[in-house]
């Protein structure tokens, strides 16, 4: 019961931190090409034919329902914008009862052209507005704690006047693709708009690069194989992200066998390794659905079990294209 308490006192007192902006850092989703659009608005009509996706994840459960997130996004390619459009929702909460929450609403453009041959170049833009709030009356702090009676003492914790705080966001990227091998580069945060509760602090601009490429493992780039199997491709694929001084490094390799998909990464920082990521899923016709788990490997490993997510992709008809566009291979999941 004691050590309840003190995983609940200790959640509390990172949620208060956090509220006061200190090394404040956007939520990291695992399956990252599940939600292309939150990594980068460059990705907007990627796949041309209008796209849903629905991602929610788990992280630490094991501390009091730590962060528990969520976003659903639509984006398709239009012919006459000669790019793609998007918009997205976004929910993240943290804590008990969801003591700290951020939402976002935010649409996005990416103008397409064509660089070379088989050289094509997406150049994105994203603006949103979004909340920040806290549930002060929903924190509990270590001064609360009474050895016999639990939290029945008052905090000395200084309670802010204004509990919601509502400011305009904004992103840019772009992405460069052939058939073979995809990049990007995003950042996140553009104005750094303030979203603390102690006077003015600055969200920090978070910065994502990603590079990857697709190989057909099969002797020749058959559709299907005598078990129903399409062609085996193998795509490694590296993600770097920095934002408030902190380095992360993805490395990643999936195996797609439609209908089938697994993969594995490793994230670490600069001095700690952070958690391996185990990935599968499945994908046929116009729907796919994912899940992933993230394996703490960092000095958090024996408290937080670890993060699930969950993903699930909508491709619908897709409208008659006067012209041929091309569509970016790069991974579901």
Known sequence: M???????ALFAALVFGAAQGVNAQDV?????????????????????????????????????????????????????LHGGIGAQLFTDRQGDHGALSTSSLAAMYAFRFQLARELWVNAGLKAGVANTSLDWFSLRFPDMIDPV???????????????????????AGVLVYSEAWYAGFAASHLTQPSN????????????????GALINIAEEARRTSSLGLG?????????????AGMHYFNYGLYLDWQPFLVGVWFRNGIENADAFIFQVGFQQDHFKIGYSYDVTVSKLANNTSGAHELSLGILLPCPEKKHKVKAIRCPSF
């Open 196 to 211: 603390g509760f102690y006077g003015v602090t600055k969200l920090p601009m978070k910065f994502t690069g990603n590079v």
């Open 2 to 8: 004691m050590k309840k308490i003190t995983k609940i």
């Open 231 to 243: 062609t085996p491709v193998l795509s490694p694929n590296f993600i770097y992200q920095y934002q």
């Open 28 to 80: 990291s989703f695992s399956q990252f090409y599940a939600n292309p659009l939150y990594m980068n608005p460059a990705f907007a009509g990627s796949k041309v034919c209008p796209r849903i996706a629905i991602n929610y994840r788990a992280q630490w459960p094991a501390l009091v329902s730590a962060y528990s997130t969520a976003s659903v996004s639509y984006d398709q390619y239009i012919d006459a």
């Open 149 to 171: 009676n639990g939290f029945t003492g008052q905090t000395s914790a200084q309670q802010p006047e204004n509990t919601s705080v509502w400011y305009l966001d904004f992103d």
